[in-house]
């Protein structure tokens, strides 16, 4: 993309409204706009990264062996009478009527929808285990929205739901997912640390929140420090051994580490105290086992291989998708701007020009531009007529990971330079060792 080309409205000012770096660093740099208290029109930057973040999620629930598919926004409220829901939800549902009277809801998620959906079509357990996902958006009329997309209205965000014959199978789905989500945060340069939770309004007995350590978190969190040393990384995990499943959620989930929810002083003052941590975090994700609540209240039954008819067992996953963005970047930023993770980082790199309609310049930019693209990377070429200050203070504010500069200058000694926005080190290389560089740099992602 030609910055001369796109839309990238970036603001000059600090908007006064947003109180957290994220927040404040999404508005400058022309991510998103907002359209009404916690709800957004998200900008083609930000929607870039928005859809680079799904992609990574899709992926990672493929690999795990759960189906895509997609469900509406809007949902008849019939559904979530049957569960009891729909009283219990309170305000956080909006609620609307069409015209004919019939009472509609905007899903605030989709464990009744899917249900529905389950009881419908599959009844043996022949067809379980299964697990269905999709990344829809949801709508909670939350009381206080605030910190842009970390707390919307509208938000963005992945569930899944499973369906076992046995509490057993259904254990081994939430262990999956456990599995799979680290691996999907890892994907985004993210350290998000499992942390035994409550269940909420979703019910049941099982359940932890995933949480990205930042001062802004919302959440309060104790934790042995030990558990930030855990990585996941590139290991082979068989998702359908519950073995090797079960080991990963044993390795990450037997340090402690609770939200103030759950939190048990006792427990955590039988650690060590220099590994004691209290800090804040913020919830990117969560895992349920609920077992039958919703197969027997809306009769999702199977036949068992002796022909019993039974209740299926179930577990629901969310991942907030919009609001890892908040979450990436409180994590990753400086003074200047964003600080991209490769996994996530709207373009690849960022080509400057220093001395736009110098004829060898333009060239050399347009050489590299189009060596990246055949590549098949996505180049940022800030190619407009301005100075080289304020291209440079553009590029470190949207955060792309690296950065090509050329000028007359070096290719007078046939050299460009590259620099790390995460490191601020520069280097001069050929041109094409540039590209092959960018190239290395991305295989690997
Ligand atoms: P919270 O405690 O932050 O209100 P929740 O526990 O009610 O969230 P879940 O039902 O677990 O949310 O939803 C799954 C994920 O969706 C959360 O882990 C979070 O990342 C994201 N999410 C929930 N509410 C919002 C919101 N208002 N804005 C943006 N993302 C949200
Ligand atoms: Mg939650």
Redesign the pocket.
């Known amino acids: 993309m030609r910055l001369s080309r796109y839309f990238l409205p970036v603001l000059k000012e600090t908007p006064s409204e947003a109180q957290i770096v994220s927040h404040r660093l999404m508005l400058r740099a022309g991510m998103i706009r907002q359209q009404a208290a ?1 709800i957004y029109s998200w900008l083609p930057l930000g929607f870039k990264v928005l859809k680079r973040i799904e992609q990574i999620v899709h992926e990672e629930q493929i690999r795990a062996g759960h189906i895509p598919m997609l469900m509406p926004t809007l949902q008849p409220a019939d559904l979530w009478r049957e569960s009891g829901r729909y009283d219990d939800y309170g305000q956080e549902m909006l609620r609307l009527r069409d015209r004919h009277d019939r009472d509609m809801l905007y899903g ?2 989709n464990e009744e929808m899917i249900t529905d959906i389950f009881r419908t079509h599959v009844s043996s357990y022949k067809d379980l285990p299964l697990t269905l996902y999709h990344v829809q958006w ?1 709508f ?1 009329d ?1 009381i206080r ?1 605030r910190f842009g ?5 509208e ?1 963005y ?1 992945k ?1 899944g739901y499973n369906f076992d014959l046995t509490k057993e199978d259904a254990l081994h789905a939430y262990n999956r997912h456990l599995v799979s989500y680290l691996r999907t945060y890892e994907r985004m340069g993210l350290q998000a640390i499992p942390m035994r939770a409550d269940s ?3 019910g049941g007995d099982d359940t932890h ?2 949480l990205v350590l930042a001062d802004t978190g ?2 309060e969190v104790f934790y042995d420090s030990e558990i930030t040393d855990l990585k996941l990384g590139d290991r082979e995990i068989d998702y359908d051994s519950f073995e090797q499943c079960q080991a990963v959620l044993e390795e990450f989930t037997s340090r402690y580490a609770r939200t103030d929810e759950t939190h048990d002083e006792a427990a955590f003052n039988a650690i060590p105290e220099a590994r004691r941590r209290v800090a804040r975090g ?5 895992i349920f086992y609920f077992g039958t609540k919703y197969s027997e209240a809306m009769g999702a039954m199977v036949q068992d291989a002796d022909g019993h008819k039974v209740p299926v067992h179930m577990g629901s996953h ?3 998708v ?3 963005l908040g979450a990436v970047i409180e994590a990753s930023h400086d003074e200047n701007g964003i600080i991209w993770p490769e996994g996530v980082t709207p373009f690849h790199c960022g080509i400057v020009n220093l001395r736009q309609g110098d004829e060898a310049t333009d060239a050399a930019c347009q050489m590299l531009y189009d060596a990246l693209t055949a590549k098949g990377l996505e180049p940022l070429y800030d190619d407009r007529s301005e100075r080289a200050g304020a291209k440079f203070a553009t590029m470190d504010l949207i955060g792309l990971p690296w950065r090509i500069t050329v000028g007359p200058r070096g290719l007078k000694n046939g050299v460009v330079e590259l620099t790390s926005r995460r490191t601020g080190e520069s280097e001069e290389l050929t041109a094409e060792d540039a590209v092959d560089r960018i190239v290395a740099i991305y295989a690997d992602i």
Do not use: H, W
């Open positions: 916690g605030p998620t949801k909670r939350e929205p997309v970390m707390r919307g209205r938000f965000m569930d909420g309004p979703i929140e995933f919302e959440s913020i919830e990117v994700g969560q969310g991942i907030g919009s609001r890892l």
